[in-house]
Each structure stands twice: as C-alpha cells, then as structure tokens.
T-cell receptor, first 118, second 115 residues
C-alpha cells in the first residue's frame, strides 16, 4: 500500500527567505506521480507542482521547486522568496498507476502548516 | 472561467436527516471525486466516478451515496447512517486519463456541521 509521510506539522519562515517542506513516500510501483497542493484558510486545494517518477529533472513552477530524490523516496517542496500569502497548509500526494478497472488512486499526506512571518 | 463549484459553503444537518452536497464542473472533465477532510488531517476518498453513470466506492464510503447522471455534476448525499458527518468536504475533477500525471483540481469545499 502506498504511504505519504510529512513529518513537519508546522514550519515557520521569515518573509523573503526560502523554506523546504519535507515529504517521503513508500511505494512498490516503478511508475508514480508526486503532487503538491496548497490549502489556504479558505479551504480550497490549489495544485502547485508535479513530478513524475521517470522525470530526470526536478520540477519547477515559478517560486516552487521539487527536490526529488528517488533513491531516498523523498519529494520535498522548496518555496523560494517566501511571501505572506504563502501561509497555508501544504499537502504532498502520490498517484499510483491505474490497473484493470482501478483508477490511479491519489494518496495524501497529513500536511504541513507553513507560517510566513513579516 | 472554467472551474468547480460547490454549494452550499456551509451546511447544517439535524439528527436522522439526509443532506446533499452539490458539485458542478465546467472543465469538461470525465472523472470526479469526493473527499472528506477532518481537522488537521489529510484527505480521504469517499467516492469517485470515471465516467457518467458509473461510480466506485473509495476508502470511506459507508454512510454516503452519490450519483453521476450528467458529466458536469456529481452530488454527494450524506445519509443518516453516517454517524460522524462533521467535516470539510471537497469535490475534485480530472480529465480521466489513466496516466500518473493525471492532475485533480478541487472546488472550494463545503463545511458540514451537525446540530
């Protein structure tokens, strides 16, 4: 069974500094996808970034980058130049490959609350 | 603008009452999902539908029911059999492809409270 672990319940960062949010995963599949979502206090889940297990380069999307270390089974999110609006809950998720009649399930971690201080 | 709408934003349920949460998308996505989120927790899958007129149970389907009569709509009914329904409910949709890159996009959520 798949498992996603986010070991940091809460993180603090100073505005304009970079921060790394940790995510480790466990799977026996060779093909899988890793996602990060942001959940502000309003509740909506916002897709940030995607990394495929066969992607050779780390994914980047603006100020977000994913530090993908396949051998260590980690997919840490790096936010550069933090802004006050980055304060939110962040979720790591993994999608397993579909098989037969089963769709590829998306499994979420417990989340990390990020607080950006001015 | 394309997106996912959920209504109502807040919903109150009395004991023994069934309530229905609405989810509509205009992204032309084939697949739709319902998740439950408890305070300080991740998301757990209730039901999903990969195509119209077909849906499958997720990890915590007991006490819930769904229908998928139209591509755009995937309502969730919380029945009286769900003994602890207080939670935040999120609806999501995706294109419905089988690859691992398939990205799910979420609505704004409905907060259900029991009176």
């Amino acid at each position: 069974a798949q498992k996603i672990t986010q070991t940091q319940p809460g993180m603090f960062v100073q505005e304009k500094e970079a921060v790394t949010l940790d995510c480790t995963y466990d799977t026996s599949d060779q093909s899988y996808g890793l996602f990060w979502y942001k959940q502000p206090s309003s509740g909506e889940m916002i897709f940030l970034i995607y990394q495929g297990s066969y992607d050779e380069q780390n994914a980047t999307e603006g100020r977000y980058s994913l530090n993908f270390q396949k051998a260590r089974k980690s997919a840490n999110l790096v936010i550069s130049a933090s802004q006050l609006g980055d304060s939110a809950m962040y979720f790591c998720a993994m999608r397993e490959p579909a098989g037969g009649t089963s769709y590829g399930k998306l499994t979420f971690g417990q989340g990390t609350i990020l607080t950006v201080h001015p | 603008d394309g997106g996912i709408t959920q209504s109502p934003k807040y919903l109150f349920r009395k004991e023994g009452q069934n309530v229905t949460l609405s989810c509509e998308q205009n992204l032309n996505h084939d697949a739709m999902y319902w998740y439950r989120q408890d305070p300080g927790q991740g998301l757990r899958l209730i039901y999903y539908s990969q195509i119209v007129n077909d849906f499958q149970k997720g990890d915590i389907a007991e006490g819930y029911s769904v229908s998928r009569e139209k591509k755009e709509s995937f309502p969730l009914t919380v029945t009286s059999a769900q003994k602890n329904p207080t939670a935040f409910y999120l609806c999501a949709s995706s294109q419905g492809r089988i690859g691992v890159r398939e990205t799910q996009y979420f609505g704004p959520g409905t907060r259900l409270l029991v009176l």
